[in-house]
């Protein structure tokens, strides 16, 4: 028991290092090539678009290289290990630029924007698709899940403090140093978890490679159904992180403290709430608890945050940190009864194909943020947030409560036609 669960640990404590560096990159790359080194916002913003359909458009390619590597060699590490290794070097390259710079600084700013999330695809991918070789039980992938989003929140902490303790201290390097110490923080989780044991399944190389195809994934019903409902959720959470920072400022008119101090106890209550979703799924099955919770979260944003007082950050704290951290901690059955459907599409096409799936599911959660920015620009321009007016409020209100809170319904119910045929193999370790 305490060897599964430091397996467990193991395994999970590199999605800290993973991403800390997501959150750095997504709250401060945009702002250091534009504000810092004088690129235009309009160009820093191509070049990073450039970047995301890149990744978006190499994550299922990538998932299928793995499962081949997998089925020829027995594991994953190595892809991991060297998109780790890789990922340290063009993060800093990144934020160090060279002050001879002979390239143009937009051109260098797109090479290693595609060089990075090249290495980050080559770190993540596999990564999250060796959950289905560690385990055939499906209620252990979730418990493997669950501690990688638990380390995933502790993550986005550092990625928030390191830099912010860096620019309180107006040091003038500033973002190099915070790269420096988020890229050391990979490091450790990368050598932490690489003592993960993965059982090592004595196939025939020929038999093995022979079960790798790329899947006809349009035909996996249940995936269909599961990766539109997580389109529509995640539109819906990429949604509520674009018009946070306007909806507390001009809205509630929280102070920057109150503010922070709201996100971190978010992230705690999350990350807290996370063994409570699991375990209520082992009782009463993932589909309806999953349902349930974005149901719950769906009705409590189009309900609570219209009625948020101004200036009274307590309610904000228990509405929007307590309950919607615990509301929030149910998205952990999503990427879980991702397996059970990825088990389903294997079983059906016998072959196997957990790295393609993750990378699908990587493809429609990137695809999904694009969505979701563009919708939050245009409604924040229509409720003039650059320019606020008497309507300002009450529109940010409506944009993000019910705005927000219909993605979350909508998500919930496209879930429900979902079905899968019980398991004929036992559980049970591989």
Request: aromatic share 14%; with cysteine; proline share 5%.
């Amino acid at each position: 028991m305490i060897k599964t669960t430091l397996n467990k640990i193991y395994y999970g404590s590199l999605e800290t290092g993973i991403n800390a560096i997501e959150v750095f990159l997504r709250l401060h790359l945009l702002v250091f090539y534009s504000q810092t080194l004088g690129l235009s916002a309009t160009s820093v913003g191509v070049a990073l678009s450039i970047g995301i359909l890149w990744d978006a458009i190499t994550d299922p390619l990538v998932g299928n290289l793995s499962d081949r590597f997998q089925a020829r060699y027995h594991t994953r590490w190595p892809l991991v290990l060297a998109g780790g290794v890789f990922t340290v070097l063009l993060l800093w390259l990144l934020f160090n630029p060279p002050s001879d710079l002979k390239l143009d600084l937009w051109w260098y700013l797109l090479i290693c924007c595609l060089g990075l999330n090249t290495a980050t695809t080559f770190l993540g991918i596999p990564y999250t698709a060796m959950v289905g070789d560690l385990t055939s039980d499906s209620n252990e992938r979730g418990q493997y899940i669950g501690w990688r989003l638990a380390f995933s929140n502790l993550g986005a902490i550092l990625g928030i403090g390191i830099p912010g303790y860096f620019l309180a201290q107006e040091n003038p390097a500033a973002y190099s140093a915070s790269s420096v110490s988020i890229l050391l923080v990979l490091l450790g989780t990368l050598a932490f978890s690489s003592l993960t044991k993965v059982p090592r399944v004595k196939v025939p190389r020929q038999t093995s490679l022979a079960r790798i195809k790329f899947p006809r994934f349009w035909e996996n019903f249940p995936f269909l159904w599961l990766v539109s409902g997580f389109f529509i959720v995640n539109v819906g959470l990429a949604f509520n992180s674009a018009a946070a920072l306007f909806f507390y400022r001009l809205r509630v008119q929280y102070q920057e403290a109150e503010i922070q101090k709201l996100l971190l106890l978010f992230l705690i209550v999350f990350t807290a709430s996370i063994p409570l979703w699991i375990s209520l799924a082992k009782k009463w099955e993932k589909k309806p608890v999953l349902i349930s919770g974005a149901l719950l979260l769906g009705i409590s944003n189009c309900l609570i945050y219209p009625l948020l007082p101004v200036g009274e950050a307590f309610w904000g704290y228990f509405w929007a940190a307590t309950v919607g951290g615990v509301f929030v901690g149910s998205s952990v059955l999503m990427e879980s009864l991702l397996t059970d459907t990825i088990e389903y599409g294997n079983r059906q096409s016998q072959s196997e194909a957990f790295g393609f799936y993750f990378g699908a599911w990587k493809f429609f959660g990137k695809a999904s943020r694009a969505v979701a920015v563009l919708i939050a620009g245009v409604l924040l321009d229509w409720a003039q947030v650059n320019t606020p007016q008497p309507f300002t409020e009450e529109r940010l209100a409506w944009i993000f409560g019910p705005g927000v809170g219909l993605f979350f319904l909508l998500g919930a119910l496209m879930i429900i036609p979902l079905k899968l045929k019980p398991q004929t193999e036992s559980s049970g370790n591989h």
